[in-house]
């Protein structure tokens, strides 16, 4: 649980950094950008998907299958 909060945490603050250089290189409002960070933030900290806090099991070693000489 310390992971996904820090995890949001920091979405968070990175979507509002990003969204402050973009609005101050384009003329955006500024003021949209804790908004986004909000909606990034909590999308990440709930993962809807279940694609980032899912335990996955371990799987074998990650190497290629040998192919077998034919034999003539």
Known sequence: MKKRLLATVLWFYATWYAWSILADMTGMPGLAGPVIALAVAVFVGMDPMNRIWTKRP???S???PTLEPDAA
């Open 58 to 60: 371990a799987t074998g």
């Open 62 to 64: 990650a190497t290629l």
